[in-house]
């Protein structure tokens, strides 16, 4: 945390907090993640200036999150379904199916960021299962969320 060098620059690193809208510092508070700024300069002082205003910046919670808002798979499912792209393919049918009778039901509640190929792995529906998936149902649903 705080001030580092690195051979093009000097860098600030914070712990922050994230609600969608503002980053806020979160020194010693759980779930924070490491937050990074490049300073753009080679000058400890002036870096060191750079720090403490990003710092109060964060403090007062001044400073824009980069995350519009976290949304989660049931949020986004409906409105790509809806997508004119997404109606025009022959897959279509499928993919409405897919979505809305397996996908929807397994990740709804997760944040669309936190979904991996790993977990969706893990989940079966990607896998041979005993439901007899053949292999085009499982590469469908792969393009879906990969």
């Not at 080679?42 to 750079?50: C, D, S, V």
């Not at 079966?124 to 007899?132: D, F, L, V, Y």
């Amino acid at each position: 945390m705080g001030l580092t060098k690195r051979k093009d620059s000097f860098y600030v690193e914070f712990p922050v907090l994230d609600d969608g809208k503002t980053l806020k510092l979160a020194r010693g508070i759980q779930g924070a993640k490491l937050k990074r700024w490049k300073v753009g300069s080679l000058n400890r002082t002036a870096a060191k200036e750079q720090e403490a205003l990003i710092k109060a910046e964060l403090m007062k919670g001044l400073v824009k999150s980069s995350h519009a808002r976290v949304i989660s798979f049931k949020e986004w499912g409906e409105p790509y379904l809806n997508l004119e792209e997404v109606k025009r393919l022959r897959s279509y049918k499928d993919r409405r199916e897919i979505v809305r009778n397996q996908l929807i039901p397994f990740f709804g509640g997760k944040v669309l960021t936190d979904i991996s190929r790993l977990m969706l792995k893990r989940s079966g529906h990607s896998e041979r299962s005993g439901m007899g998936q053949c292999r085009a149902y499982r590469r469908s649903t792969m393009t879906i969320l990969c």
